[in-house]
Structures are given as C-alpha cells and as structure tokens.
C-alpha cells in the first residue's frame, strides 16, 4: 500500500501496527518506535516516496500514563529490565520506576521529582516534524479513518491494544495544585 507508519509510544501505537500488519498485511520493517531518520537511512528511493503518518498525544496524558506503566509494572518489562525483545529499558526509565516501587510515590512526587525542565523527546519529534499526516490521540479512530480514506483503503476498526492497567482518571485530574505551576514550566 506504499505507506509507513511511525509508532511513537504511548500514542496507541501497537493497536495501530496490529491492524495495518493483520488486516492489511502490511510487514514491520524496523523495531517498533523506530525513528523517520532510522527508516529513511535504510529505505530505498521508491520507500522514500511512501505516505508516512504517526500519532502524537497531548504530553500531560503520555506523564500520567508513563507514571502508570512504571507503578504495574506493565508487561513485567521494568522488574525484568528489558522489553519482550530482550532490549534493554533505558536508565531514566528503570531510575523512574525504581523511584516510584521504593517509595510507593504517587504521580505527583514522580512528577515533581522528574520533570524539572520542558518536556523534550527529540527523536519523535523529528519525526513528527517529517511525516506527512500526524494523527491525535485524542481523535484517533476519525483520523485514522481519514488516512485509511487518503489511501483509498477500506475503514478498519482499532482495537484497545496494550491499554495501560490501574488508569481509570481523566490525565488533568492527576495535575493537582501542587504541581500545575510545574506543569506549566515543563509543558
């Protein structure tokens, strides 16, 4: 179908690889939240052609759902130190998650202990800044249609993928008081 799809974390990026792989046999080329610069170094001239899409989220929801992820240890991946894959977490991730398992911290010590400068993710924002759609979390079975449609391809339904465990709160709600005047610092 000629298009690629970037999986930036935390943006239902594994419900969206499911359904492109399974229901449209589209293949993974590259591990999953690979960077438009990994892909574009390996790619042929042809692939470089391709439409690329990715999904960002407001950053105040990825904070609490990272926080989330670390607390239950999601998949096991945090006590173990690596993902399914065998690749290692990175270090401010597991110094996040041992931080939150000693101390039992709730989101607001996590936050005010880890976000101290703007929030900052380099390499997915180089992406998203080279893709030619970005869809919104937020908006994500609208403008996941819309792509599909762009495509000229058949609408398909996303699963609820990967969903992070003990979250049941709207993300603002976790910005208390206490830490808003943080949040505006770092957001």
Excluded: W
């Excluded at 499911?18 to 610069?37: K, P």
Aim: hydrophobic fraction near 40%; charged fraction near 25%; proline fraction near 4%.
């Amino acid at each position: 179908h000629k298009f690629c799809f970037f999986a930036i974390p935390r943006t239902a990026s594994k419900a969206v690889s499911q359904v492109l792989t399974d229901q449209l046999g589209s293949e993974s080329i590259l591990n999953m939240h690979s960077a438009y610069d990994e892909f574009y170094a390996q790619a042929n001239a042809a692939e470089r052609q391709y439409f690329t899409f990715a999904t960002v989220r407001n950053p105040m929801d990825s904070v609490v759902s990272a926080y989330f992820k670390k607390k239950t240890d999601h998949n096991n991946r945090f006590s173990r130190g690596t993902f399914a894959d065998g690749r290692p977490i990175g270090k401010r991730a597991m110094a996040e998650y041992r931080f939150i398992m000693e101390r039992n911290a709730t989101f607001q010590e996590y936050f005010l202990h880890f976000y101290t400068t703007p929030y900052r993710k380099p390499r997915h924002e180089a992406t998203v800044s080279r893709v030619n759609t970005i869809m919104r979390y937020e908006y994500l079975q609208a403008d996941f249609d819309a792509v599909l449609d762009s495509l000229n391809l058949p609408s398909l339904t996303l699963p609820v993928v990967n969903k992070t465990a003990d979250r049941e709160a709207d993300f603002l709600s976790f910005y208390t008081e206490e830490v808003r005047e943080r949040a505006r610092l770092v957001f």
